[in-house]
């Protein structure tokens, strides 16, 4: 395990709090909503917490799971529930994978994506993007040919923000064995949806003869990243049955299957965080690249920027200044920072300072 890549949450707030000097750290590295929950979520955690945390939860998450399936036209016996939807993925590693098998997915990518099958004993293939983050479809066809057993794609990617279009999640579907089980984690869908292009993953596999799985969470844009709830939609019953078998039979606690429950019943509230997070989204693109940096177009809640020089001694003057994001560590992106956007407000001192370090040393 000692060659296990390292999770990076971010730098610790209180740490940087410290160091800056500041008594409000702009924390800019989880990909947080901070437009918070919803009135309706915050009554009925209030009254979870009066009635419900003396006593274990409900093990198979029966009413949540069927009020996601009632949302999503699925029967609630093909919902899994999990701590946030990367319990899921330990989940389906411990489930499905054997040392020595062959795991596909993306890079740059989510960093729980190779973790996990790495713990397993699992051989992880990473499919890098184009020059310009875009779907390289000969190298995904190419790996795919190679007969993974396991598949992970995001859509939007963690950490671009790029998206794949429909016909680019049809050729991955269509390029994947059979014997391959698909995960395709939409962590971050609820912000792309709204864009035309943006494929509808649930329609594209209903009804394959194949093994699929779509992840989701209600930490992003529902705002509930402190209690952890995500959950997955299978192709069928049988490996919801598999997950069970693996998974603690406590692993969505009380307060989080009653948020989650309440957090879908808001559209209203949803809707607002997305809309809002995309012109925030816009503003900043725009402001950055006129400052002349390279930013990744995005079709989530945070941005890849290129800052042009070792993105860990930017993230540490961005610390200086109170400032949180994080520097991405994988081969090939040292230069990278990705950053969760925040209010208006907090998003301006974001950016003044990150340009002015950026702008250091140029001639």
């Not at 702009?26 to 929950?37: H, M, Q, T, W, Y």
């Not at 979870?48 to 996601?68: F, Q």
């Amino acid at each position: 395990m000692a060659g296990l890549p390292l999770y990076d949450p971010g730098a610790d707030p209180d740490e940087v709090a410290t160091l800056s000097g500041s008594r409000r750290v702009v924390k800019l590295s989880n990909n947080e909503s901070p437009f918070g929950i919803s009135p309706e979520v915050a009554e009925a955690v209030r009254l979870s917490l009066a009635d419900g945390v003396s006593r274990y939860p409900d093990p198979t998450g029966k009413r949540l799971a069927e009020a996601i399936g009632k949302s999503l036209d699925v029967p609630a016996e093909r919902v899994v529930l999990g701590n946030g939807s990367e319990n899921i993925l330990e989940l389906l590693c411990q489930a499905v994978l054997d040392p020595g098998d062959l795991v596909v997915t993306q890079a740059p990518g989510f960093s729980l994506h190779e973790i996990f099958p790495r713990v397993m004993g699992a051989r992880v293939e990473k499919v890098p993007v184009t020059t310009d983050f875009g779907f390289d479809a000969d190298a995904w066809r190419e790996a795919l040919a190679a007969g993974p057993k396991l598949v992970f794609l995001a859509n939007p990617c963690n950490p671009t923000g790029a998206m794949l279009s429909a016909g680019q999640l049809e050729h991955v579907v269509a390029a994947t064995p059979k014997s391959a089980l698909l995960v395709l984690d939409e962590a971050y869908g609820e912000f792309a949806r709204p864009n035309p292009e943006y494929p509808d993953a649930l329609e594209a596999l209903r009804g394959l003869d194949r093994p699929w799985i779509v992840l989701r969470t209600f930490s992003k844009a529902y705002g509930l990243a402190g209690v952890r709830v995500g959950y997955g939609i299978a192709s069928d019953s049988v490996l919801i049955q598999a997950l069970d078998r693996v998974r603690t039979p406590y692993n969505v606690n009380q307060p989080a299957q009653v948020a989650a429950i309440a957090a879908l019943g808001d559209r209203a509230h949803l809707a607002n965080a997305v809309r809002r997070t995309a012109l925030e989204i816009a503003r900043v693109t725009d402001r950055l690249r006129g400052a002349g940096l390279r930013v990744v177009p995005s079709s989530t809640n945070f941005l890849f920027i290129d800052t042009g020089r070792r993105a860990d001694r930017v993230a540490q003057e961005l610390h200086r200044a109170g400032i949180i994001v994080k520097a991405w560590r994988e081969p090939g992106y040292e230069n990278y920072i990705r950053a969760s956007l925040s209010t208006p407000g907090d998003n301006d001192v974001f950016v003044r300072c990150l340009t002015q370090i950026c702008a250091k040393d140029k001639p």
